[in-house]
């Protein structure tokens, strides 16, 4: 198995109220520079509804109104995703006492904007990673990045023991949002998501062994592609760059499938659902957290985090499952306790991780536990 050994978040040092961003939108979606009072009105309502306080946008707000087209909107994601990519994974070697020089693999996960040289090559130089680093840019899976990120450097690790990895994931979901469209999924994209980055290292388990490090096991991980769900979320990807496709049918597709698929992921590695002491979950928006609190028979307080995380950032898509897992890395349950991570996105999909809390191994030939916290 891997180990989770630290994550680093990183956002925009500009911090926005709700209201003020809601002010500022209406007048980016609207063709005619004010929306008519029954869009406004709803306008509102989305916004006031998606539970979030305050989001840290790539530009400062007067700037998405100059925004002309894919290109700027692009331009804006490869240099703030740059800045805040090599933040992210700065932090979250720093945490641990690793360099860069020490990575030997890199995984992004983005879906907010292309480039190619993707932003993992960009950051090679910056980052002073070696030159024989492996990467590897997933594209495509939005929101379950996260997840499915951690399930798959995961795999790598299984066959590279002694290999450091480095997740990162960085959406600038706020340089999506389409001018000149009222739309109800525009208006909705526009008061849910945010922008920020997150970066995860794991380690495999002679690694693990070798540093002393105590962390997160990753002990199994299961993906779900729900047949017929392609028109639930996803890009409409035109000459404006990448408009929403967002429906309802997203709690649906919670309430349909989410407890089986996570009774079976469960009981076929003999976990019973009352073991589970943390579900790191991914703040797709209230009713989907709603949702899932339902259909899992969770307790109050068990997705605290997501929520708290929703309310401080908006949803930034694959970066937030990371963020909200940070969270929990900082407060940990005791050693041995067993955590669920998951989350959904487009295909329509979803990835479960199963974890553990792990103290801190002994090295070999050391006389005692050694180690750092990871947070």
């Known amino acids: 198995m891997s180990r989770i050994v630290s994550v680093g978040t990183a956002v925009p040092p500009r911090t926005d109220d709700q209201a003020d961003i809601t002010d500022a939108f209406a007048e980016v979606i609207s063709s005619t520079g004010e929306l008519d009072g029954t869009r406004r009105g709803l306008l509102h309502r989305l916004h006031g509804n998606t539970g979030v306080r305050t989001r840290h946008l790539a530009l400062p707000l007067q700037e998405y109104r100059t925004l002309d087209g894919f290109r700027d909107a692009n331009d804006a994601y490869l240099r703030v995703g740059v800045e805040l990519g090599e933040r992210a994974v700065r932090t979250a070697l720093e945490q641990v006492g690793l360099a860069p020089e020490d990575v030997d693999v890199l995984v992004l996960a983005s879906t907010t904007g292309v480039a190619a040289p993707s932003l993992d090559a960009r950051l090679v130089g910056p980052l002073g990673l070696r030159p024989d680093v ?27 023991p002694d290999a450091v990895a480095v997740l990162l994931s960085v959406e600038l979901c706020s340089l999506t949002v389409q001018r000149d469209d009222t739309s109800t999924a525009n208006l909705v994209a526009s008061g849910l998501f945010g922008d920020g980055a997150a970066a995860v290292v794991l380690v495999g388990d002679r690694r693990a062994a070798a540093l002393g490090l105590p962390g997160l096991d990753v002990t199994a991980s299961r993906s779900r592609f729900y047949p017929d769900t392609a028109g639930v979320m ?115 999909c979803s990835e479960l991780v199963l974890l553990r809390w792990s103290g801190a191994d002994v090295p070999a030939g050391a006389g005692a536990t050694a180690g750092a916290t990871a947070s």
């Open 134 to 160: 492996r990467r590897l840019p997933l594209f495509g899976l939005g929101c379950v990045a996260g997840a499915a990120g951690v399930a798959r450097v995961d795999d790598l690790l299984r066959g590279d």
């Open 234 to 348: 996803g890009w409409d990807v035109g000459g404006t760059g990448f408009k929403i496709v967002l429906t309802t049918s997203v709690t649906d597709v919670v309430r349909d499938y989410l407890a089986d698929d996570v009774a079976g992921f469960l009981a076929l590695h003999g976990v019973d659902h009352d073991d589970v002491d943390r579900w790191v979950g991914h703040p797709g928006g209230p009713k989907v957290l709603e949702a899932v609190t339902e259909v899992l028979g969770l307790p109050d307080g068990a997705l605290r985090n997501s929520w708290e995380d929703l309310a401080d950032n908006g949803n930034m898509s694959s970066a937030s499952v990371l963020s909200v897992l940070a969270r929990h890395l900082a407060d940990p349950p005791p050693e041995g306790s067993t955590g669920v991570m998951f989350a959904m996105g487009p295909g329509f």
